[in-house]
């Protein structure tokens, strides 16, 4: 059975289009595995508090977005430690 989904990084490089677009600045820290890996969103408040997203999926395969820390905002250098673990946890994964 083959899996129909789109790669990763096709996935990626599409949403990033659609930012440049509209003007909205992103940075790519980790590209992950093109065709498979897992998306973690750190969405920068500019007030020093951070929000972490990750990617899921729901039980017939839609996308989804869930916080990755248990506080909805978090210091920058907490979003970064979890990060870090994260990526050490799954080097395959885009950030």
């Not at 659609?18 to 595995?33: E, F, R, S």
């Not at 729901?58 to 990526?87: C, F, H, P, T």
């Not at 050490?88 to 994964?93: A, K, S």
């Amino acid at each position: 059975m083959s899996d129909a989904r789109l790669p990763t990084g096709l996935w990626v490089d599409a949403h990033l289009r659609q930012m440049t677009l509209a003007c909205v600045p992103y940075y790519v820290a980790q590209k992950g595995a093109y065709a498979s890996g897992t998306v973690l969103l750190k969405i920068n408040l500019l007030n020093g508090l951070c929000r972490v997203l990750s990617q899921i999926r729901g039980i017939n395969g839609e996308l989804g977005w869930m916080k990755a820390l248990k506080d909805e905002q978090v210091a920058e250098s907490d979003a970064d430690a979890y990060i870090r673990r994260a990526i050490n946890r799954d080097p395959d994964l885009w950030v």
